[in-house]
């Protein structure tokens, strides 16, 4: 059980578009903050912070632009909300993408070149334990599921984490610009609830 979140906690709003939402919401509440699920602009305009989920990117961006979302989220995005996203989230968070679909829509964030299905199909999911300096604590239980990496990253971008062994070692799988984070793999899926800690207290400072 998940005791209730304080009144004036932040609300952090979940796209509910497409994906794994209700984990998302379960970490979430259980860090101390409010939750509510976002379709319209109007849930948008109401909550404090946006988690984007994991998911299929192509079927959240064509969701966003048919729900009227994409340029609301953009707006949101660009006065400040603080925002979050996770595997297909970080794609959806990215101001350039390759390997998505001709028409594929993101609502950017974060000056970076993401790569969707990086890791390639068949080897297409497996974990990994991750440093990540700016949480403290053990080394992050990573699982990648048909994931993204972050090909290259702006200026501006602080770059938390990278995968450290194999094939894919130095591939950069946790960034962070300014307000928005976000993280190839799934941190709702595992227990550990320190990225979400990461991602409420970033909410706390912005507000
Ligand atoms: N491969 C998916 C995409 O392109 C992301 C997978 C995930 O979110 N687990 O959107």
Request: charged share 20%; with cysteine.
């Amino acid at each position: 059980m998940t005791a209730a979140a304080a009144a004036d906690a932040p609300l952090i709003g979940v796209l509910a578009l497409q994906g794994d939402v209700r984990e998302h919401e379960h970490v979430l509440q259980s860090c101390g903050v409010r939750t509510s699920r976002v379709r319209t602009p109007d849930q948008l305009a109401a909550v404090d912070a946006l988690v984007i989920p994991g998911g299929e990117s192509t079927t959240m961006s064509k969701l966003a632009v048919d729900f009227g979302l994409i340029d609301p989220l953009r707006d949101a995005q660009e006065s400040g909300m603080p925002m979050y996203g996770s595997c297909a989230g970080m794609i959806m968070l990215a101001d350039r993408l390759e390997g998505g679909r001709p028409d594929q829509q993101t609502i950017g964030g974060i000056d970076m070149l993401v790569r969707r299905n990086a890791f390639g199909r068949q080897v297409d999911s497996f974990e990994a334990d991750l440093a990540m300096p700016a949480l403290d604590g053990p080394p992050v239980h990573a699982v990648f599921i048909r994931a993204p990496w972050v090909e290259s990253v702006g200026d501006g971008v602080e770059v938390l984490g990278h995968v450290e062994s194999g094939p894919a070692a130095g591939r950069i799988v946790a960034v962070r610009h300014g307000r928005v984070l976000a993280t190839s793999f799934h941190p709702e899926l595992t227990g550990d609830h320190r990225i979400h800690e990461y991602f409420v207290a970033m909410v706390r400072d912005a507000g």
